[in-house]
């Protein structure tokens, strides 16, 4: 697993729980060391034990404390860069929706060995779509659900937003509900980084 | 030339294909501007004036003959153009004639130019025609930034644990002094500069004692207060290591003046020879040394030093202990046990 997931895994407890957290779920996962390097390898087992650790930290299943990742890889200040490569996927949600087709591409200009999930977006009408979520790591799917929501509310869109399981072949679905584009203000998005503050 | 089909298209639908683009009239005036290039520049300075009066222009000189005659610019060859105010935000170009003599159609880009200009005019997408390329390009330098940020600080960082573990290698744990291989360092570079030194072999006399009397715990801290003594005896470009447990050896730089060499051993020793204190108990240690310099030697071997201010050192232990001893060839020849050595000079 390329370290920037670890590292993603890393900041989002230690952000959001505290450093005595990380340090907790650390030695939970019996990992040896208390720092993961995003542009370094890491061996997938490691991704699995620091996940099932944090679970049993927080006496929570892994699935909201993936979908609560998501969430903070959209919103959190100190990962703007994620929500603003986002952000270039589209104007609207509905474009940033369809533009996760292309996300995998995306993804490997950026970093090649970074294993994205392949997703599929399709429209199945009155403003539905539905998102199918495949990786090697099955679970993917929730951290999108976080990651759909917060990006709802960065375009200021209303959704519903259901996870439907898993089909064959270890695939995961989603159902969006785009309810209302235009709800809210949501975040202002310029194509230069920084612009956001003039004006 | 095969009779050109005529394509009529309206002046609103150029403005969605090249949001910067100009038309010129045949006077080579400026008739229309493209909605995205009147935010680079203002309009009605652009309008009805040549294109010179706002931008610099330049080709590469390969336009073929027939298409620089009677126009503003060559045509169908490429153009670099530069705004004469403002930014200096450097633009592509391509222009083709009109027909039937009408004007010309220029159409403008960004190049690598793109990234500055967002920021330099407050660009978004809807100034870009869908099939530019330039949301893509702005994506992929943000990215690569994102990515370059965190590689350079990884380096930063392995350049630093690097350093650290090279420290390590070299420093005794307990003491924080120099270990064996750092010494071997330091002499091998003394030696390769050919400078002048001495070498002091200083053994600690009683403290297996301590240890056996009052156990590990004072003799750690014996070791400790040693160290702060020798650190303390020792000027910047010295050396101290400890090269076994209470055994150390001091590289004293561009020093081999005999008088001082002993008078620097008997501060140490007399500085050993100080109750140091431990819990509610008092450990007393003293000191035995021998000492040898460079200027004994026409070739200089780090272990025939190290042998040689042994010897020295034997015979200060020989000598009753507390005491310091400079080698001499003469009289300091074999440690006990072993034969007499037979010197090459």
């Known amino acids: 697993m390329h370290g920037m997931i670890n590292r993603a895994i890393q900041c989002f407890l230690r952000d959001t729980y505290g450093a005595q957290t990380w340090s907790e779920v650390v030695d939970k996962a019996d990992l040896g060391f208390d720092n993961f390097e995003a542009m370094l390898g890491y061996p997938d087992a490691v991704t699995l034990d620091v996940l099932s650790a944090t679970a049993r930290h927080f006496k929570k299943p892994v699935e909201s404390l993936l979908e609560d990742l998501g969430t903070y890889l959209v919103s959190h200040p100190n990962v703007e860069a994620i929500r603003r490569l986002l952000r270039f996927g589209g104007e609207s949600f509905s474009e940033f929706l369809f533009s996760l087709n292309e996300l995998h591409g995306r993804a490997r200009l950026a970093l090649p060995d970074l294993e994205m999930p392949v997703m599929r977006v399709k429209p199945t009408g009155d403003g539905m779509f539905e998102l199918t979520c495949a990786h090697e790591l099955p679970g993917f799917g929730y951290a999108m659900l976080g990651v759909l929501r917060a990006m709802a509310d960065d375009y200021g869109a209303l959704v519903l937003l259901e996870h439907q399981g898993w089909k064959d072949f270890g695939e995961e679905v989603i159902t969006v509900h785009l309810l209302e584009a235009a709800f809210s203000e949501g975040r202002a998005f310029n194509l230069v980084a920084g612009e956001e503050l003039s004006l | ?345």
């Open chain 2, 1 to 345: 030339m095969k009779p050109q089909e005529f394509v009529p298209i309206e002046q609103s639908a150029l403005d969605v294909m090249m949001p910067m683009h100009v038309l010129l009239d045949a006077q080579g005036r400026v008739r229309h501007v493209g909605p995205a290039l009147g935010k680079v520049c203002k309009i009605d300075g652009l309008i009805g004036h040549d294109l010179s009066d706002v931008f610099d222009v330049r080709d590469n000189g390969m336009a073929r003959p027939e298409d620089v005659v009677g126009g503003a610019l060559p045509h169908y060859t490429k153009l670099f153009l530069t705004l004469k105010s403002g930014p200096s935000t450097a633009l592509k170009g391509v222009a083709v004639p009109l027909s039937d003599g009408r004007g010309e159609l220029l159409n403008l880009s960004f190049g690598l130019s793109v990234v500055d200009a967002v920021a330099d005019y407050g660009l978004n997408v809807a100034d870009f025609a869908h099939t530019d390329l330039a949301i893509e390009m702005l994506y992929l330098v943000e990215a690569k930034s994102a990515v370059l940020d965190e590689i350079k600080q990884l380096n930063m960082r392995l350049q630093g644990a690097k350093t650290e573990a090279e420290e390590q290698a070299y420093t005794d744990t307990l003491t924080g002094l120099k270990n064996r291989r750092a010494m071997d360092q330091v002499m091998a570079r003394m030696i390769r500069g050919r400078l002048p030194f001495a070498l002091m072999h200083l053994d600690l006399d009683f403290f297996k004692a301590v240890n056996d009397t009052h156990g590990h715990a004072a003799g750690d801290a014996v070791l400790e207060v040693v160290a702060d003594i020798l650190r303390e005896e020792t000027r910047e470009d010295d050396m101290v290591a400890r090269v076994g447990g209470d055994e150390f050896i001091l590289v004293f730089n561009r020093l081999v003046d005999h008088d001082r060499l002993m008078r620097m051993s008997e501060r140490i020793i007399s500085r050993l020879e100080e109750p140091i204190p431990f819990q509610d108990i008092e450990c007393r240690i003293s000191g035995s040394i021998g000492i040898t310099t460079s200027e004994f030697y026409d070739t200089l071997d780090a272990e025939q030093m190290v042998h040689d201010a042994d010897l020295a050192l034997y015979a200060s232990k020989h000598a009753g202990r507390a005491t310091a001893t400079i080698y001499d060839p003469a009289k300091h020849t074999a440690l006990p046990g072993t034969a007499p050595e037979v010197r090459a000079t």
